[in-house]
C-alpha cells in the first residue's frame, strides 16, 4: 500500500488537522465526537445544513462547509457511516432556532444513523428535515445500499440548497428544494482502478490491466459490468445513455453537466471526458448551462470518473451562481 | 496504459476543446497555432503575462487563465515544450501596447522556445520582459534543465505577479516583482508511482512496490534518492529540511505554505502532510500566513507531492489575497 499517510488508524484525524490548520478561516474541525463546523455557524435566523458520510470522498462533505453550503460535515471514518453521536452534535452546534436540514446520501448506515440523530435531535427541541439523495442509476440494490446509490448528485444539492439556506429559506421549503434537486439529477460512474482503504491495505477489488468497470460506486462497490477498457468517447456515451434515459431529459433541457473524478484521475482526462459529453448532450437537444469539472466526490485514489446531469429550473440556476466560500468550491463572495 | 483519453496523438487537443467548452466565460482556445487566452484580453494600458510548457501537468498553465492571473497560456504535447509559434501568437494577442511578461519554468526547451517568441515579439515592436523560475531544491541540473527545475512556485509567481498586472503595474515593476518571488520560494517533490506519457504508453520510470523517490522532477526526471516508503511525517520532513535550509528560511519569516498533490495523490493525504508541515515550521518559528493544498502542478496520473514555501512580504501577502477569477483558481471578485 503506497500512501502518505502515517497510521491508518489516524488518517481521518490528521486529515482534518490539516483541513483546520488551512482553513481557519472557514471551518473549525469538533473532536469527541468529530465534526467540522463553519466558522459563522449558528447564524441566528438561518436553517442549519448538515451532511456527512464515510472519509476518502474528499472534499467530500469537510470542503464544503463554509459559506453558502454546508453549516457542518461529519466525516466517519474512511469509507463507514459517522455513528449517530457527531450528526446529533453537529445539529446542535448548527441549529440557531430555525431547524437544521439532512443531506444524507443513501447507504443504508448513513440513512439510519442520521434517522437516529434526528430523532435525537427532536428530543432536543430541534426541528430536523432529512432529505435522502440517491440519483446512481447504475444499479438497483448495492451493497450498503438499498435502493440507487447517493454519489455526485449530492454535491449539487449542498450548493444550490446551501444558498437557498443563506438566502433565508425555512426549512419545510429548504427540503422542498432539496427533493427537487434529487428529483432532477442523475448519475453514473466507472473505475479503471480499484482503491485502497488504510485500514484494509489492499484493493477493494480487482480489476485485469485491460478492463474497466462500467456503473461502480464510490467504494468500490459492483457496478453493472466488467469488460474491456474502451476509448474515452465510448466510455462517456456508456455513462450518459443510462443517465439521460432514466430520468428522462429531453430536448430544450438546461442543464448541469458534472464531469467528475474519482481521486487519481488527472484533470486532462476529465476536459477530454467533459468534450464529447457536451457534443452528445447537444446532439440531443439537451443544453449545458452550468457545469463543473474535477474531482469533488472521489473513492481515494482511484482512477475513474462519473457523470452527473441536473436539469435547471430558474431557480436552481440563480442559486447555482450565488456566492460560495468552502475550501473545495468558492466564488464571488 | 489505463486512460480516459480516445487517442494519444489527440489528448491535449480533446482536452483543450473540453476546457474551451466548460470556461468560456474565462478563456478562449485558439489553434494553429494553439494557446489559451483570457475572454478579456488583451486589455488596453494592461501588461499581458504569459506562461506555457508541456502539457500533462494540469491544471497548470492553462487553468490558471483569466482574471488576475494569466493572459494567456501555451501549452506544448505532454511533457515537450511548445515551440517559439503559439508562444509568439499568445504575446501577440495580449500585448496592449504595455508589453508582455513571460513566466518561464526553467526546462531547456522553455527557455530556448520563450526566448526565440520574444525575439520575434521584439522584431515585431512588442517589448518582452522573462523571467525564468527555478525553484526546485532537489537537484542542481537534471534531465532536460541546466540548473534547478522550476516547479510549485511557478503558480504563486504567476498569481502574485499577475495580481500586480490586473492593477496596472509596468513591465519592469512586473518582471521585479516576479523575481523577487522567485528568489524567495523554494520547492521539493517526491514520488510514489510513476505516470506513463499517453504516446509512450509505458510508465516513465519503475518504482518498488514499497519505494519513493524523493526530489523527483514533474516529468518523472531522477531525484535525489530512491528508498524505503516512509511515514508522512518523515516525508514532510525530506522535503521542507532542504526547502528551509536552502534560502535559508528563519525565524520570524512569514510564509504561503504549498502541498501540491502529483495528480493522483487525494486530498486526505495532502491534508495529512499540511498538518505536519505546519508544526515543523512552527517549531522553527516560521509562520505560515497563507497556504494552498490540491493538485495544481502534476504529472499526469503521478502518486506524490510536492511542498513549495514562500517568503512573503507585504506586497505579496496583498497580491496573494487580491481577486482571482480562473478554471483552477477563484476567489472574491
Known amino acids: 500500500m503506497k500512501k502518505i499517510i502515517n497510521d491508518p488508524a489516524n488518517v481521518v484525524d490528521e486529515a482534518l488537522a490539516g483541513m483546520a490548520a488551512a482553513h481557519a478561516d472557514l471551518i473549525e474541525v469538533h473532536r469527541d465526537p468529530h465534526y467540522v463546523l463553519a466558522r459563522e455557524a449558528p447564524r441566528r435566523g438561518k436553517v442549519g445544513v448538515v451532511s456527512g458520510g464515510g472519509s476518502g470522498h474528499e472534499p467530500l462533505h469537510a470542503g464544503f462547509v463554509g459559506f453558502g453550503m454546508l453549516d457542518a460535515a461529519c466525516p466517519g471514518p474512511v469509507f463507514t457511516s459517522p455513528s449517530p453521536d457527531p450528526i446529533l452534535a453537529a445539529t446542535m452546534a448548527v441549529d440557531a432556532g430555525a431547524g437544521v436540514l439532512h443531506i444524507v446520501k443513501n447507504y443504508t448506515g448513513d440513512v439510519l444513523n442520521f434517522e437516529t440523530a434526528a430523532e435525537l435531535a427532536a428530543a432536543e427541541d430541534i426541528e430536523v428535515e432529512a432529505v435522502v439523495i440517491d440519483d446512481d442509476v447504475a ?31 425555512d426549512l419545510a421549503s429548504l427540503a422542498a428544494l432539496c427533493r427537487r434537486v ?18 484494509a491495505g489492499k484493493p477493494t477489488f480487482e480489476l485485469g490491466d485491460n478492463e474497466m468497470e462500467i456503473g461502480i460506486g ?31 431529459f429531453g430536448s ?30 447537444a446532439q440531443r437537444g439537451i443544453g449545458v448551462e452550468r457545469r463543473l469539472v474535477g474531482n469533488y466526490v472521489t473513492s481515494l485514489e482511484m482512477q475513474g470518473m462519473s457523470i452527473t446531469l441536473l436539469r435547471l429550473d430558474d431557480e436552481m440556476l440563480d442559486l447555482w451562481d450565488a456566492p460560495v466560500q468552502t475550501a473545495a468550491l468558492r466564488w464571488g463572495r
Open 252 to 281: 430544450g433541457d438546461r442543464t448541469l453537466l458534472f464531469v467528475n473524478g474519482m481521486g487519481g484521475t488527472p484533470l486532462m482526462e476529465l476536459y477530454v471526458a467533459y468534450a464529447h459529453a457536451g457534443k452528445v448532450l
Open 139 to 169: 444499479v438497483r440494490d448495492s451493497l450498503y445500499t438499498a435502493g440507487r446509490r447517493g454519489v455526485g448528485g449530492t454535491v449539487l444539492a449542498e450548493k444550490i440548497v446551501g444558498a437557498a439556506a443563506e438566502r433565508g429559506a
Open 218 to 248: 464510490i467504494h468500490g462497490e459492483p457496478g453493472r459490468e466488467r469488460m474491456p477498457l474502451e476509448p474515452a468517447n465510448a466510455i462517456v456515451e456508456r455513462l450518459l445513455a443510462p443517465v439521460v434515459e432514466d430520468l428522462p
Open 182 to 199: 434529487n428529483a432532477n439529477v442523475r448519475s453514473m460512474g466507472m473505475a479503471l482502478t480499484p482503491c485502497t482503504v488504510p485500514h
